[in-house]
């Protein structure tokens, strides 16, 4: 067992008289390898290092016993540590010559300690790293920029939802000498927490999607929420550059808050990179004419799912044009299919089509997810679920959301007991009751879909990842 995340890195090239010179300055005789860093016990394997953080529900202190006995050779600790296991203070030692194993290397705080460890180790490579922060899309974004740059370049990328305190530390241990460019998503629930990101990754460009009421219930206000993404532009260097979302007000204002060069994309024509003539494809994706610096690409298309997509690929192909790729090279980004995207189409029971969103919600990105439904063709149903973390803002949220879908959806389903104002106001718009089914779990909601669905319905499954609702996605996509 462990703590929080469940989460095991390859790493490459370290060894643990690495890990004692990044946290002391000095380097000891310890030139065992590290093949992998973990920071939950059940994930563990013989060589591995593992790191007791100190989580909302448990402490990876408890696991370091489990650790060991499933092979890990150390222990990163700031707690009492197993009877039997050799313990080496890395900050006032004494340090021996040589090791025995299992170890626990003692320091004041080990979230701290993975920031520093994670700092030294970038600073050994001369890689350029492109930081993407915003309330919606930044992995879409993430992914789609890794595709372009990719292109050219031997890039590293988030993986998974490793953008937080403790995941992206955990990205930049996997950097290597072959590595040019790394793309990383920085994510954020308190003030202060993007600057310290960007003071161990050293950011050179900083991509900012936009902002939204996501966390709002943490930070009170959107303008708190605009200061605390921001923290990515004011951390980058002088010839650095920002990218910002010229569409959004918030994310514009930030050009007054950075010292690096800023890059406008949007849909204003004053924005350097624009674009207009939007078309949706449906399930095909999205195309468009794309203008920069007076050349105009007409038709532009990206497989990407909804017009809001637009927006992503512009972010995409501004770090291209960045980084010095050519039109070629961006285009065919583009075109690689290899990007993870969040919002997918998938084949359902009885014919239907599925649209997985599940990983988020939030009321910008439900509108978005919503407007796509609209565009599509078939019977439409709306699966949504409860907006987390909305604060002040939750009622409201909701009854936008519920407002949208009540325009778009042929039949509505809602999850979980905030998404009953989702429904009550999809009914006030005008939806009829009998086509509305108000659920307290996945499992009423998955029954109710396995009663009503048709060949060539469209179902729309999104809200917050706290919901699980890809369970949903699961039980529509058996057989």
Same mark, same amino acid.
């Given at each position: 067992?462990?703590?929080?995340?469940?989460?095991?890195?390859?790493?490459?090239?370290?060894?643990?008289?690495?890990? #004692?010179?990044?946290?002391?300055?000095?380097?000891?005789?310890?030139?065992?390898?590290?093949?992998?860093?973990?920071?939950?016990?059940?994930?563990?394997?013989?060589?591995? +290092?593992? %790191?007791?953080?100190?989580?909302?529900?448990? @402490?990876?202190?408890?696991?370091?016993?489990?650790?060991?006995?499933?092979?890990?050779? *150390?222990?990163? =600790?700031?707690?009492?540590?197993?009877?039997?296991?050799?313990?080496?203070?890395?900050?006032?030692?004494?340090?021996?010559?040589?090791?025995?194993?299992?170890?626990?290397?003692?320091?004041?705080?080990?979230?701290?300690?993975?920031?520093?460890? &994670?700092?030294?180790?970038?600073?050994?490579?001369?890689?350029?790293?492109?930081?993407?922060?915003?309330?919606?899309?930044?992995?879409?974004?993430?992914?789609?920029?890794?595709?372009? +740059?990719?292109?050219?370049?031997?890039?590293?990328?988030?993986?998974?939802?490793?953008?937080?305190?403790?995941?992206?530390?955990?990205?930049?241990?996997?950097?290597?000498?072959?590595?040019?460019?790394?793309?990383?998503?920085?994510?954020?629930?308190?003030?202060?927490?993007?600057?310290?990101?960007?003071?161990? &990754?050293?950011?050179?460009?900083?991509?900012?999607?936009?902002?939204?009421?996501?966390?709002?219930?943490?930070?009170?206000?959107?303008?708190?929420?605009?200061?605390?993404?921001?923290?990515? =532009?004011?951390?980058?260097?002088?010839?650095?550059? &920002?990218?910002?979302?010229?569409?959004?007000?918030?994310?514009?204002?930030?050009?007054?808050?950075?010292?690096?060069? %800023?890059?406008?994309?949007? +849909? @204003?024509?004053?924005?350097?990179?624009?674009?207009?003539?939007?078309?949706?494809?449906?399930?095909?994706?999205?195309?468009?004419?794309?203008?920069?610096?007076?050349?105009?690409?007409?038709?532009?298309?990206? /497989?990407?799912?909804?017009?809001?997509?637009?927006?992503?690929?512009?972010?995409?192909?501004?770090?291209?044009?960045?980084?010095?790729?050519?039109?070629?090279?961006?285009?065919?980004?583009?075109?690689?299919?290899?990007?993870?995207?969040?919002?997918?189409?998938?084949?359902?029971?009885?014919?239907?089509?599925?649209?997985? @969103?599940?990983?988020? #919600?939030?009321?910008?990105?439900?509108? &978005?997810?919503?407007?796509?439904? #609209?565009?599509?063709?078939?019977?439409?149903? *709306? =699966?949504?679920?409860?907006?987390?973390?909305?604060?002040?803002?939750?009622?409201?949220?909701?009854?936008? =959301?519920?407002?949208?879908?009540?325009?778009?959806?042929?039949? +509505?389903?809602?999850?979980?007991?905030?998404?009953?104002?989702?429904?009550?106001?999809?009914? *006030?718009?005008?939806?009829?009751?009998?086509?509305?089914?108000?659920?307290? /779990?996945?499992?009423?909601?998955?029954?109710?879909?396995?009663?009503?669905?048709?060949?060539?319905?469209?179902?729309?499954?999104?809200?917050?990842?706290?919901?699980?609702?890809?369970?949903? %996605?699961?039980?529509?996509?058996?057989?």
């Amino acid at each position: 067992m462990s703590g929080e995340i469940g989460t095991r890195v390859a790493v490459e090239g370290m060894t643990l008289a690495d890990l #004692a010179e990044a946290l002391s300055g000095r380097r000891p005789p310890w030139e065992t390898p590290i093949r992998h860093v973990a920071i939950d016990s059940r994930t563990c394997k013989a060589g591995d +290092l593992f %790191v007791a953080l100190p989580g909302e529900r448990t @402490d990876g202190h408890q696991y370091v016993g489990d650790a060991f006995h499933r092979g890990a050779i *150390a222990a990163l =600790v700031h707690q009492d540590v197993p009877a039997g296991a050799m313990v080496v203070d890395l900050e006032r030692g004494p340090w021996p010559e040589s090791l025995t194993f299992p170890v626990c290397f003692r320091v004041p705080r080990t979230l701290d300690a993975l920031h520093r460890w &994670a700092g030294w180790w970038r600073a050994r490579f001369p890689v350029r790293v492109i930081g993407i922060t915003g309330s919606v899309g930044k992995t879409s974004t993430k992914e789609l920029t890794w595709a372009i +740059l990719s292109r050219r370049y031997e890039t590293l990328k988030t993986e998974g939802n490793l953008n937080s305190e403790i995941g992206l530390p955990l990205m930049l241990l996997q950097l290597t000498a072959r590595h040019q460019r790394a793309v990383l998503e920085m994510g954020m629930y308190a003030r202060g927490e993007i600057a310290a990101l960007c003071a161990i &990754a050293r950011p050179v460009i900083g991509v900012v999607t936009m902002v939204g009421p996501v966390h709002l219930e943490r930070l009170g206000s959107m303008e708190a929420i605009a200061a605390a993404k921001a923290e990515l =532009v004011e951390a980058l260097p002088e010839d650095g550059v &920002a990218v910002l979302n010229r569409d959004d007000p918030y994310v514009r204002g930030m050009a007054e808050r950075t010292r690096a060069r %800023v890059f406008f994309y949007g +849909l @204003d024509p004053e924005a350097d990179l624009w674009a207009d003539e939007i078309v949706s494809e449906g399930l095909e994706g999205v195309r468009f004419d794309l203008h920069y610096r007076g050349e105009t690409f007409r038709r532009v298309r990206v /497989s990407l799912l909804g017009r809001h997509s637009v927006h992503t690929a512009l972010r995409a192909i501004a770090v291209g044009i960045l980084e010095g790729l050519t039109w070629e090279e961006i285009f065919a980004g583009l075109r690689d299919r290899r990007a993870q995207l969040r919002l997918v189409a998938v084949p359902g029971l009885r014919g239907s089509t599925i649209l997985d @969103d599940t990983y988020n #919600a939030s009321p910008p990105s439900m509108l &978005a997810a919503l407007n796509l439904l #609209a565009e599509l063709d078939g019977r439409k149903i *709306a =699966v949504l679920g409860d907006m987390l973390e909305l604060g002040a803002y939750e009622i409201e949220g909701h009854r936008l =959301v519920g407002g949208r879908a009540g325009a778009v959806a042929d039949l +509505l389903i809602t999850v979980g007991p905030r998404a009953r104002i989702i429904a009550q106001e999809a009914m *006030a718009v005008g939806l009829p009751p009998h086509r509305v089914w108000i659920c307290d /779990s996945n499992q009423e909601a998955i029954e109710v879909l396995r009663q009503i669905l048709e060949p060539g319905d469209v179902v729309l499954v999104k809200g917050s990842r706290g919901l699980h609702m890809e369970e949903i %996605v699961s039980a529509l996509c058996e057989g």
